[in-house]
């Protein structure tokens, strides 16, 4: 059989797990998208414009642990590349695939459509260089195989988003064929001896503290090192916290855990524990502004312990050459044996009160609700916005999973990526909390939802503005025009979709959607759930005002 380099772009895909990549068509990638089909083992699956295709393959890689996404060459590519930013700044290896100019254009002096109008086709390449790990340019067959194969290796190792273009006229040009793969030539060797200096430094620290509390960050899903966070738990005794882009990231029902660390909009207690640890074990944390509120709570100092993804700082030293999976199991196998630290283990969530049945729908009973759908199969997206303080205040069973964007915090990203993501694993039972303005920006990809037959169940918080803004500074760019978000539904369902379109402004209507959106399992159901604009958790509105303070800083003058 005949070999392409399409087909081996396919076949390598496959290899590594994938059994979808996203598109949207144009013609610079057509060709590519028939060698893609050809392989049955992989289904093409199609996005409304290339932001959502991104923003989708990034969700299924959060689900399927990679993804692809193939667009056309400039007016899709550049549009795709603000998801593939996203992918970056999360940690989520999705390959960005984009059909090219002709190879025989290259150096000719033509002026191409869907390009700059110069003659140069080279600047797709550089921008991608940007937000990639690793980025090729492919015009011709011989060269393929190594090209995507460098692309694909370097992303699944490095956990982020890799670009490869090629040619419109190269994809169904003759290639060799791939030969078989194995998982593990994503990691790099250990260094031993700097492995081993990590662990005993670590232990000093550790065998000196009676108060051990580790904080999980969210880079320790990229990492795969969760099993690993847990055993060191078990054997240190120690309590736990989570950082709030690390949700879901540490069971929940662990007789260590704790909470959320989050300064001072922390769960109850979490705070003072943190600060009163004589150790801290800092699990792939990623420290910004956000997580710090406002660079209030950034944990310094000769007790802690900077467990990052590549890299361990400990004792004022600073070690690399093993991943942290590594790291943690050995440390872990050396630690010292101790029975759960005596802290007090208290219950870290509040309790919301039930509202009666007749009260007029609040953001504390919707969250309420919707924390008594979750189960162990559950997937929680939750958008930019009030929906973060929401999804970080919900108790969790084992097993549930919360995706947040954290780091980015692109609004509109939750409506493609639940989507991907309910695509990389149907099994599960998937609930998206967006607001009204993120959803503006990319409504379109619920019909994708309807087209594929995915039962994800969407509460839209109808708040009537930008609440988180209005938080942090208000002014009147922070209100949006309503729209009729339940009936957007029936325009996407057109002849054929099974869609639900249901709106809630009393506890009781919502707890009758609910009811109703489990029993739609042909489509999405969206729960348009109407509150006041001033109904927002108190923690946005503590947190937004030490965010803001920290931004607001005048320039220093020297
Ligand atoms: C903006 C944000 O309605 O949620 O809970 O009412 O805040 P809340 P909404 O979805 O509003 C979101 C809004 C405008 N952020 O409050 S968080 C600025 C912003 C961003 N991403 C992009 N553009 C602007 N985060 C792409």
């Not at 993804?309 to 004792?315: D, F, K, Q, S």
């Not at 918080?461 to 025009?481: F, L, M, Q, S, T």
């Amino acid at each position: 059989m005949t070999y392409t380099v399409g087909m081996y772009l396919a076949e390598r895909l496959s290899q590594i797990g994938l059994k979808h990549h996203f598109a949207v068509a144009g013609d610079f990638n057509l060709v590519l998208l028939d060698q893609l089909l050809a392989n049955k083992e992989m289904e093409q699956v199609y996005c409304c414009n290339e932001l959502n295709c991104g923003f989708s393959a990034e969700g299924y890689a959060r689900a399927h642990g990679a993804a692809a996404a193939v667009v056309t060459f400039s007016v899709g590519a550049i549009s795709a590349m603000n998801a593939i930013a996203g992918a970056y700044a999360e940690n989520l290896p999705v390959i960005l695939i984009s059909g090219s100019p002709n190879s025989n254009d290259y150096g000719t002096g033509h002026i191409l459509h869907h390009t700059l109008g110069t003659n140069d086709y080279t600047y797709q390449l550089e921008m991608m260089r940007h937000v990639t790990c690793a980025a090729e340019s492919i015009t011709d067959a011989a060269s393929a195989p190594a090209k995507i194969d460098h692309v694909i290796r370097t992303a699944l190792r490095e956990r982020k988003p890799a670009y490869v273009e090629i040619a419109c006229n190269v994809s169904d040009a003759e290639c060799v064929r791939p030969g078989p793969v194995s998982s593990l030539l994503a990691e790099l060797r250990v260094d031993d001896v700097s492995l081993k200096a990590a662990v005993e430094d670590s232990l000093a620290l550790l065998e000196k503290s009676q108060r051990v509390t580790m904080i999980v960050g969210s880079k320790v899903r990229a990492t795969h090192a969760q099993t690993q966070t847990e055993h060191l738990a078990d054997k240190l005794g120690c309590a736990v916290t989570i950082m709030a882009a690390a949700k879901s990231f540490f069971p929940e029902d662990h007789k260590g855990f704790r909470g959320l660390y989050w300064g001072d909009v922390s769960s109850p207690g979490a705070q003072e524990l943190v600060e009163k640890s004589d150790a801290l074990i800092c699990v792939a944390p990623v420290f910004n502004d956000y997580s710090t509120v406002g660079w209030t709570a950034w944990p310094k100092g000769d007790n802690v312990l900077l467990a990052e993804p590549n890299r361990v700082t400990v004792g004022g030293k600073t070690y690399e050459g093993f991943t942290l999976r590594e790291f943690l199991e050995e440390l872990a196998k050396k630690a010292p044996s101790r029975p759960l630290t005596a802290q007090e283990s208290k219950k870290h969530t509040p309790v919301i009160e039930q509202a009666k049945a007749d009260a007029r729908l609040t953001n504390d009973e919707m969250t309420r609700q919707i924390n008594a759908m979750l189960t162990s199969d559950t997937t929680l997206v939750a958008e930019t916005g009030d929906s973060w303080f929401n999804a970080t205040r919900m108790d969790l069973p084992r097993g549930a999973r919360v995706e947040l964007e954290m780091q980015w915090g692109h609004i509109g990203w939750s409506v493609p990526s639940a989507f991907g993501n309910a695509m990389g694993s149907q099994e599960r039972q998937h609930i998206l909390m967006v607001g009204d303005g993120s959803f503006q920006l990319t409504a379109q990809e619920m019909a994708q939802m309807v087209r594929y037959k995915l039962p994800v169940i969407i509460f839209l918080v109808n708040n009537r503005g930008y609440v988180i803004e209005i938080a942090i500074h208000d002014g009147p760019y922070n209100y949006i025009k309503n729209w009729d978000y339940a009936g957007l539904m029936e325009v996407f369902n057109a002849e054929d979709g099974h869609g639900l379109g249901l709106k809630a402004t009393t506890a009781g209507e919502l707890a009758e959607a609910i009811k109703k959106a489990k029993a739609n399992h042909e489509g999405p159901t969206i729960i348009e759930c109407q509150i006041e604009r001033s109904d927002c958790t108190k923690t946005l509105v503590e947190w937004g005002k030490k965010v803001a303070a920290a931004n607001s800083r005048k320039p220093q003058v020297s």
